[in-house]
């Protein structure tokens, strides 16, 4: 028999296959790699810890070359390294940004600094990091119409004012562009386009840092609280791990510290904040899978769909629920529907001789079984519903990707983003099933 050919062989190799699946493959020998680390050494950072590496299930990111313990220092990135408005007014663009009226926003300022820098090609000193940027996005604001259709309806609502405000950020800021021909023997027209704002826009929407800037004369009151970490911003997110980042006054320097260990060779995350994936898909451009975060939203029009229309109460119990802030972030969960959800639906099905006790609806109690498993049931019936919907929507999203081969990446992306979604009110309806069989 060849060598290699047994079974003890085949298990070994499937062994050895199912960790290089998890494992990142090391990038820092790419040329862009070597540039940026260069760079990065010119302004007095080396890295001692962390390999840019490329994973399966999240691209490219940064992998452990050592051991890491909780509370180690991970990322000490010197302010030199930082792209910040203090960068911009100390650049060529200053003196075009402290004389323009109206005052210029301090996001203005950083993307028409990153749209320069990039159209100045191998002349700018950042090219190097320039060039480990995304070429492209994944916010809904840099997806086809047709395919933001397909969000669930409160993403698609954010989704839509989200490209009203970019379009809008974009026609405001042409005669401030337009003030800096002479730096230019290009038409500004020409270099400024929508396309290359939307770049810069989501470069810095999804992957700044918070560093507070104290309000200066030569900007509009909007807070001033963004740079852009070269390096740093290639950990990826996670929301199972917890870190400490902060500009730190005394060393001059943006820190990352680890609350959690991390063994050698494994993907190092930073945790963005406690988001569901609508927000991470907003905001960042990806979904977060098995997100403990991830929800369900329930509109209003979806509250009372299963309600009876005959209710001469409804518009008042409505009306109560929109008082005390109870008809907004109603939500199905990894652990059933949300309090305020069933709050909301018991204060909904109170019938006419119960209506005086909603105060008591609000404040938790228990007014009567038959106001708990109305309530119940109308909860399922609205989960039931989502579920539908999901399904149905994850079939349309594979139809398309079969017919709508260059738009595959997008619709990968929104079909995680459902995928999701049911095995949420999957995990509610199950939970629901356990609350209504107490009432049967």
Known sequence: MQKGRGRTSRIRRRRLFRSSESRGVNESNKPEFIELKKWLKDRKFE?????????????????????????????????????????????????????WKPLPSPLL???????????????????PYLDTLPKAYTCPVCLESRVVNLLPRPLRAKAQEQRTRVQEFFTSSRDFFSSLQPLFSQAVESIFTYSALLWAWCTVNTRAVYLSHGQRSCFSSEPDTCALAPYLDLLNHSPDVQVKAAYNEETHCYEIRTASSCRKYEEVFICYGPHDNHRLLLEYGFVSTQNPHACVYVSKDILVKYLPST???????ISLLKDHGFIENLTFGWDGPSWRLLTALKLLCLEAREFTCWKKVLLGEVISDTNEKTSLDITWKICSYFIEESNAMLQKVSRMKDEEVDLISQLTLVETLWTEELKI????????????????
């Open 47 to 99: 890295d001692t810890h962390l390999i840019p590496a490329r994973f399966p299930d999240t691209g490219r990111g940064l992998m452990s070359k050592t051991s890491l313990q909780a509370g180690q220092l991970i990322i000490s990135l010197p302010e030199s390294c930082l792209l910040t408005t203090d960068t911009v007014i100390r650049s060529y663009l200053g003196a075009y940004i402290t004389k």
């Open 109 to 127: 300022a950083l993307c028409t600094f990153l749209v320069s820098e990039k159209h100045a090609g191998d002349r700018s000193p950042w090219k």
């Open 311 to 317: 209710d001469k109460q409804m518009n008042k119990k």
């Open 425 to 440: 009110l999957q995990a509610s309806a199950a939970i629901l099933s356990s609350l209504q069989t107490a009432f049967t």
